[in-house]
């Protein structure tokens, strides 16, 4: 009952309005980051992903071109560093993932009528737009054994081309500008975007508790924070 059009509210109903006041922003990405665990600090929480990732290029699906596709048609492949791994088998259609992946260009995520099964816990990160055009599920217990983070500085659309409705995913997924998913998907896990664009077919959107304790890494995190407001009150005793 949170969602009637574009109006998403903290309570339950429409006719609620908004009542975090500033106690909860929207993480950026061009917002500053220091990172808790060495104490560096970055300009921006890009800088920080661009520093702690794997770079891979446009034409590790054999395409070098604008965007890297990873589906059904796309051949096997393999990359890692310090930071991240990913391979890719096409017989079995298993994405294998760890830590940050990180592309300069667009992502488009399996094929019509085709499943893209992923294995780990990682987060691929796109600086283009991302598009997911089918099933995206976790090969073992999501998300205590296998997550998935998909995370884009732009566009998020899922599963929004002609006949791809009616879509499975699990996963956390994080767009700074929007997400659109305007069919009748069934999605486990979380979204995280500036703008919600869930059009007149309005998914079916699960949130998982236990994603908070197994967030992939490199996903923007909020600051944690108590919020109590007194309704009302009286005195007891003299």
Do not use: C
Not at 202 to 215: D, I
């Amino acid at each position: 009952d949170g969602v009637t059009g574009s109006g998403v509210n903290s309570d339950n109903g429409s006719s609620n309005p908004y009542d975090l006041a500033d106690d909860a922003t929207f993480p950026y990405l061009s917002d500053p980051y220091t990172d808790t665990a060495t104490g560096i600090s970055y300009a921006t929480y890009q800088a920080y992903i661009n520093a702690n990732s794997l770079l891979i290029s446009d034409n590790i699906d054999g395409d070098a071109d604008s965007k890297i596709v990873i589906s059904s048609e796309t051949d096997d492949f393999s990359a890692s560093n310090a930071f991240g791994s990913i391979s890719w088998d096409k017989s079995e259609g298993l994405l294998t993932i760890d830590g940050v992946v990180r592309m300069n260009v667009s992502l488009d995520l399996g094929k019509k009528n085709n499943t893209v099964t992923y294995t780990g816990n990682g987060t691929l990160f796109s600086d283009g737009d991302v598009r997911v055009h089918s099933d995206l599920l976790s090969r073992s217990t999501f998300p205590t054994v296998d997550s998935l983070g998909v995370m884009t500085s732009k566009i998020m659309y899922l599963a929004t081309g002609g006949g791809e409705s009616q879509v499975n995913m699990t996963g956390a997924f994080y767009a700074q500008n929007k997400v659109v998913s305007s069919k009748q998907n069934e999605i486990a896990g979380s979204f995280v975007a500036g703008y919600f664009d869930l059009g007149s077919n309005v998914p079916h959107l699960y949130q998982v508790p236990a994603l908070s304790r197994f967030l992939p890494g490199g996903l923007p995190k909020g600051t944690s924070s108590a919020t109590i407001t007194t309704l009302s009150w009286r005195r007891l005793g003299s």
